[in-house]
């Protein structure tokens, strides 16, 4: 009987690379279009039978003067996370050099975890959609902003907890953090490491840790003092609040 793979754990402060998954799955796609295609070219087009129903019935749209779109059938269905999730990052401060700007693949996102292999399983699993994330430097303070979108809210859910759940330990924040103000009960926190992360060759950093569940999207956001200095919980909270303000 085969033992279940543990769940990833929290996301490490370490490079990353291009996945050569990506890569190879990228390269099977092309070369079996290019093979499609070299076959069909040679061959006559087969014409399709008619439709049983020349006029198919659709719903009649909700919105005025035809406002639907190839989006939706009825244009109450839309929502605004449906669309350029980079759309939705918090911008930058005036004067914060942007580090990182748009869509992360599933293979690098999984590079961040300490299992990068249990990682993307459980992310297939899951229903694990996209991830937008923007990321700047102003100063001694580096932030990033992840919006982590599943196709369901079970999916972010499972995600929320998990990463939620270690945070207090003593390897972590050591702290049982602060709610993050109108979210429901548990489905939003904020942490301030207690003690400084303290890595040979490098300066002591400060960090702090944001995290949120907003229906289908998981709300991650890492802010980091390079030089070990005092986080402010409300800085962190400010930075939240603005981001949960444009889901």
């Known amino acids: 009987m085969e033992h279940e793979q543990p769940p990833p754990r929290a996301p490490r402060r370490?490079?990353?690379?291009?996945?050569?998954?990506?890569?190879?799955?990228?390269?099977?796609?092309?070369?079996?279009?290019?093979?499609?295609?070299?076959?069909?070219?040679?061959?006559?087009?087969?014409?399709?039978?008619?439709?049983?129903?020349?006029?198919?019935?659709?719903?009649?749209?909700?919105?005025?003067?035809?406002?639907?779109?190839?989006?939706t059938i009825n244009a109450n269905r839309w929502h605004k996370s449906d669309g350029d999730l980079t759309e939705l990052l918090i911008e930058a401060p005036a004067g914060a050099k942007v580090d990182f700007d748009g869509y992360d693949t599933l293979d690098a996102y999984a590079t961040t975890f300490e299992n990068p292999n249990g990682a993307v399983r459980d992310f297939v699993k899951d229903g694990l959609r996209r991830l937008a994330i923007r990321r700047w430097t102003q100063g001694d303070v580096r932030v990033e902003v992840q919006l982590v979108q599943y196709r369901d809210y079970s999916g972010a859910d499972r995600h929320y907890r998990e990463q939620s759940n270690?945070?207090?330990?003593?390897?972590?924040?050591?702290?049982?953090?602060?709610?993050?103000?109108?979210?429901?009960?548990?489905?939003?926190?904020?942490?301030?490491?207690?003690?400084?992360?303290?890595?040979?060759?490098?300066?002591?950093?400060?960090?702090?840790?944001?995290?949120?569940?907003?229906?289908?999207?998981?709300?991650?956001?890492?802010?980091?003092?390079?030089?070990?200095?005092?986080?402010?919980?409300?800085?962190?909270?400010?930075?939240?609040?603005?981001?949960?303000?444009?889901?």
């Open 14 to 71: 370490r490079g990353r690379t291009t996945a050569l998954i990506a890569a190879a799955l990228v390269l099977g796609a092309l070369a079996g279009t290019v093979t499609g295609y070299a076959i069909q070219y040679d061959r006559k087009p087969t014409p399709l039978p008619p439709l049983a129903q020349q006029k198919l019935d659709t719903p009649k749209a909700l919105a005025p003067n035809d406002a639907t779109t190839v989006k």
């Open 166 to 247: 270690y945070m207090p330990n003593k390897d972590f924040a050591g702290n049982g953090g602060i709610a993050v103000p109108g979210v429901s009960a548990g489905l939003g926190h904020v942490w301030v490491y207690s003690d400084t992360t303290k890595e040979p060759g490098y300066a002591p950093v400060r960090e702090a840790r944001a995290l949120v569940r907003r229906g289908d999207i998981v709300l991650d956001l890492f802010y980091t003092d390079e030089r070990g200095g005092q986080i402010a919980e409300s800085d962190v909270l400010d930075l939240a609040k603005r981001q949960l303000e444009r889901l």
